[in-house]
Nanobody, 123 residues
């Protein structure tokens, strides 16, 4: 499966962005899709994951109340709605997929990755 992340950009603190992850390929297989981010000099951090059956998992206390994940199976697209963005949210955001209906917070569990989309939060 191929993943295409989009929707990043520059936003002021307190603003919102909605990222999209479009999947293509053998999407008849059930995939769980997660969002990760990596800031300069930091490790990749798992943010949230959603199964094909819409079961959701949130990781990271700093974002759990501000970010939400959703998916539209008809469009083979997963979204990450990010509200009340802070400068610490500045990072490259990646979507990743794994076959099956189980979510994990760690990157090694995912086999397919999108190219990343940059989010910059600055005044």
């Amino acid at each position: 499966v191929q993943l295409q992340a989009s929707g990043g950009g520059s936003v002021q603190p307190g603003g919102s962005l909605k990222l999209s992850c479009a999947a293509s390929g053998p999407t008849s297989v059930a995939y769980s899709i997660a969002w990760f981010r990596q800031a300069p000099g930091k490790e990749r951090e798992g943010l949230s994951c959603i199964t094909r059956n819409h079961a959701r998992a949130l990781y990271g206390g700093s974002v759990s109340s501000r970010f939400s994940i959703s998916r539209d199976n008809a469009k083979n697209t997963v979204y990450l709605q990010m509200n009340n963005l802070k400068p610490d949210d500045t990072a490259v955001y990646y979507c990743a997929a794994r076959a099956g209906n189980t979510c994990y917070p760690t990157s090694e569990k995912y086999d397919y990755w999108g190219q990343g989309t940059l989010v910059t939060v600055s005044s």
